[in-house]
């Protein structure tokens, strides 16, 4: 069977138990559930294929092996915060109490669901790429590689830095000043997992397109996988101002932290103006 057919298939059978499963529990996180084990299984499926058809499928097999390390990652990090354990992302419950059952029921299907899950396959992709161009692994490749590596720990970093606060913030009965991580990677940027987590998948773009250079400019360096990690960064952008909202209605000094902050791409603080307090 074709790769990408298989993929397909798997992503229409994994939307629908997701929207069912929605519908019967009232709870619309079971893409969030999934979100770091089906982009595993695609990469699979593609380097399976080149493996099974006696391609080079070293490319490849590196390629479902850093992601098989994202998923690890993010598995562990969702688990350790009670992601398995029936909650619900809290801000699906904001949007809840804005919609009518009707609009959100709506919004369930068409962006939780169905966009979230096709965003899945597109950023898994590139390895259709590698699939289609079966060329001899690089040293280019070997060095982005490494750089999705580099960017692993330090999404890996960032997480720990925010669960070690979560915890301290836990163990001094709930209020923690000024209410969010400041130090750390976060000294430099108000949300460094979610950059980290975006520049990875721009890498496995980047791996995918070594694979198509030979094709020309559209073919290669700027293929139309590019759609995948351009999606997720929309995707995040538009996520982390909604989730800024919450969190500023709720921590008067978010807005200290706001203006001094980077926030996605780790950059030295701003000083604050003459008269402003300074952020932690």
């Given at each position: 069977?074709?790769?990408?057919?298989?993929?397909?298939?798997?992503?229409?059978?994994?939307?629908?138990?997701?929207?069912?499963?929605?519908?019967?529990?009232?709870?619309?996180?079971?893409?969030?559930?999934?979100?770091?084990?089906?982009?595993?299984?695609?990469?699979?499926?593609?380097?399976?294929?080149?493996?099974?058809?006696?391609?080079?499928?070293?490319?490849?097999?590196?390629?479902?092996?850093?992601?098989?390390?994202?998923?690890?990652?993010?598995?562990?990090?969702?688990?350790?915060?009670?992601?398995?354990?029936?909650?619900?992302?809290?801000?699906?419950?904001?949007?809840?109490?804005?919609?009518?059952?009707?609009?959100?029921?709506?919004?369930?299907?068409?962006?939780?669901?169905?966009?979230?899950?096709?965003?899945?396959?597109?950023?898994?992709?590139?390895?259709?790429?590698?699939?289609?161009?079966?060329?001899?692994?690089?040293?280019?490749?070997?060095?982005?590689?490494?750089?999705?590596?580099?960017?692993?720990?330090?999404?890996?970093?960032?997480?720990?830095?925010?669960?070690?606060?979560?915890?301290?913030?836990?163990?001094?009965?709930?209020?923690?000043?000024?209410?969010?991580?400041?130090?750390?990677?976060?000294?430099?940027?108000?949300?460094?997992?979610?950059?980290?987590?975006?520049?990875?998948?721009?890498?496995?773009?980047?791996?995918?397109?070594?694979?198509?250079?030979?094709?020309?400019?559209?073919?290669?360096?700027?293929?139309?996988?590019?759609?995948?990690?351009?999606?997720?960064?929309?995707?995040?952008?538009?996520?982390t101002i909604f989730t800024e909202s919450i969190t500023a209605s709720k921590y008067p000094a978010y807005a200290d932290y706001r203006r001094t902050t980077s926030m996605l791409v780790p950059l030295p603080r701003r000083r604050p103006r003459s008269g402003e307090p300074k952020v932690a």
């Amino acid at each position: 069977m074709d790769p990408l057919l298989l993929v397909l298939i798997v992503a229409g059978a994994v939307s629908a138990f997701c929207w069912i499963a929605s519908l019967i529990t009232k709870d619309t996180s079971w893409v969030d559930r999934l979100w770091s084990i089906v982009p595993v299984v695609y990469v699979w499926i593609f380097a399976g294929a080149a493996i099974a058809e006696g391609r080079d499928a070293a490319r490849l097999i590196v390629m479902a092996l850093l992601v098989t390390a994202w998923g690890a990652r993010l598995t562990f990090n969702f688990a350790r915060k009670g992601g398995y354990s029936g909650m619900e992302d809290y801000r699906w419950a904001v949007l809840r109490k804005r919609m009518s059952p009707t609009q959100f029921q709506l919004f369930n299907l068409f962006f939780i669901v169905l966009y979230q899950n096709a965003l899945l396959v597109l950023i898994t992709l590139p390895a259709l790429v590698a699939w289609q161009n079966p060329v001899p692994f690089t040293a280019w490749d070997a060095a982005v590689a490494l750089l999705f590596t580099a960017l692993l720990v330090g999404e890996t970093v960032a997480d720990q830095q925010q669960w070690r606060f979560h915890q301290a913030k836990k163990a001094a009965g709930g209020t923690l000043e000024p209410g969010f991580a400041t130090t750390g990677l976060f000294a430099y940027s108000r949300h460094p997992n979610f950059f980290f987590e975006q520049a990875q998948w721009w890498v496995f773009y980047a791996i995918g397109a070594t694979a198509a250079a030979g094709l020309g400019v559209w073919g290669g360096s700027l293929n139309w996988t590019i759609a995948g990690p351009a999606l997720l960064t929309l995707l995040f952008i538009g996520s982390t101002i909604f989730t800024e909202s919450i969190t500023a209605s709720k921590y008067p000094a978010y807005a200290d932290y706001r203006r001094t902050t980077s926030m996605l791409v780790p950059l030295p603080r701003r000083r604050p103006r003459s008269g402003e307090p300074k952020v932690a």
